[in-house]
C-alpha cells in the first residue's frame, strides 16, 4: 500500500522511459493495433508522454527536473500548481527518456507534435546547457537566473547554476534521439527491424523462423 501511494503522488523522471513502452505494445499487439486493448495501452502512452513533455515545458528553463510531486489540491479550483519539483530532484541531469519517448511515439504515429515537443527541449539544451568543451547539467530547473543569454558562453566548474557534468549517454542516446526525431529520411524500422538497448544502440531484429 505504501508503494501504491508512493507511485500516485511522485513522478520519476526515468518512468518516461515506460512510455514508449506502451505505444511499442500497442503496434505491436498479437489482436492489431485496432484491438481495444491496444488502443487503451496507446493512449496511456500518449498521456503519459504529454506528462513528462510537462516536466519540462513548465519549469523557467524549460528543463526537466529529476521527479515531480503531485499536488491533488489542485482539483479544487484554486491556483495551486497541479504538480512541482521535489526538493531533492530539482536539477536537471540531460537525460534521454523523455526524447527517446517522443522519437518513438512520432516514429509510429507520424504526429508533429511530438517533433515540436523535441525541439523545444534542444533548444533549451542549447541555451542554458552547452558551454565551450560540452554540456552541463542544471542544479535547479525551475531557477529563472538561468535565462541569461550570456550564462551558457561563461560557463565555469565554480558556477553556482550549473554542475560540471556531462553522462556519456547524453551523446549515445539524447542527442541521437533529438537527431532521428527530426530526421525526415531514417529508414529504422521500430516495429519490425531494429530494437534499441539500453544505452541507444540500434540492434538488428532476427526472425527465427527464416534463418
Same mark, same amino acid.
Given at each position: 500500500?505504501?508503494?501504491?501511494?508512493?507511485?500516485?503522488?511522485?513522478?520519476?523522471?526515468?518512468?518516461?522511459?515506460?512510455?514508449?513502452?506502451?505505444?511499442?505494445?500497442?503496434?505491436?499487439?498479437?489482436?492489431?493495433?485496432?484491438?481495444?486493448?491496444?488502443?487503451?495501452?496507446?493512449?496511456?502512452?500518449?498521456?503519459?508522454?504529454?506528462?513528462?513533455?510537462?516536466?519540462?515545458?513548465?519549469?523557467?528553463?524549460?528543463?526537466?527536473?529529476?521527479?515531480?510531486?503531485?499536488?491533488?489540491?489542485?482539483?479544487?479550483?484554486?491556483?495551486?500548481?497541479?504538480?512541482?519539483?521535489?526538493?531533492?530532484?530539482?536539477?536537471?541531469?540531460?537525460? +534521454?527518456? *523523455?526524447?527517446?519517448? /517522443? $522519437?518513438? %511515439?512520432?516514429?509510429?504515429?507520424?504526429?508533429?507534435?511530438?517533433?515540436?515537443?523535441?525541439?523545444?527541449?534542444?533548444?533549451?539544451?542549447?541555451?542554458?546547457?552547452?558551454?565551450?568543451?560540452?554540456?552541463?547539467?542544471?542544479?535547479?530547473?525551475?531557477?529563472?537566473?538561468?535565462?541569461?543569454?550570456?550564462?551558457?558562453?561563461?560557463?565555469?566548474?565554480?558556477?553556482?547554476?550549473?554542475?560540471?557534468?556531462?553522462?556519456?549517454?547524453?551523446? +549515445?542516446? *539524447?542527442?541521437?534521439? /533529438? $537527431?532521428? %526525431?527530426?530526421?525526415?529520411?531514417?529508414?529504422?524500422?521500430?516495429?519490425?527491424?531494429?530494437?534499441?538497448?539500453?544505452?541507444?544502440?540500434?540492434?538488428?531484429?532476427?526472425?527465427?523462423?527464416?534463418?
Amino acid at each position: 500500500l505504501f508503494l501504491n501511494f508512493y507511485l500516485l503522488f511522485i513522478h520519476l523522471y526515468f518512468c518516461c522511459l515506460f512510455v514508449g513502452l506502451f505505444a511499442l505494445g500497442a503496434y505491436t499487439h498479437p489482436h492489431g493495433l485496432a484491438s481495444s486493448v491496444a488502443q487503451h495501452d496507446l493512449q496511456i502512452g500518449k498521456a503519459l508522454a504529454y506528462t513528462c513533455y510537462q516536466m519540462y515545458a513548465r519549469m523557467a528553463t524549460g528543463l526537466s527536473p529529476e521527479c515531480v510531486s503531485f499536488n491533488t489540491n489542485s482539483y479544487d479550483g484554486s491556483n495551486t500548481k497541479d504538480f512541482e519539483p521535489c526538493s531533492n530532484g530539482r536539477h536537471h541531469y540531460l537525460r +534521454s527518456e *523523455t526524447v527517446e519517448t /517522443l $522519437y518513438i %511515439l512520432y516514429h509510429l504515429t507520424n504526429d508533429p507534435v511530438y517533433q515540436e515537443w523535441g525541439w523545444e527541449i534542444f533548444q533549451s539544451l542549447e541555451q542554458l546547457c552547452r558551454s565551450l568543451v560540452g554540456y552541463a547539467s542544471v542544479k535547479d530547473v525551475d531557477n529563472t537566473k538561468n535565462h541569461n543569454e550570456e550564462f551558457s558562453n561563461n560557463y565555469s566548474t565554480s558556477s553556482d547554476d550549473l554542475e560540471d557534468r556531462m553522462e556519456s549517454t547524453f551523446l +549515445s542516446k *539524447t542527442l541521437k534521439y /533529438l $537527431y532521428l %526525431l527530426q530526421d525526415p529520411d531514417s529508414e529504422l524500422d521500430l516495429v519490425n527491424m531494429v530494437v534499441f538497448n539500453n544505452d541507444g544502440h540500434p540492434l538488428r531484429v532476427f526472425n527465427l523462423s527464416h534463418p
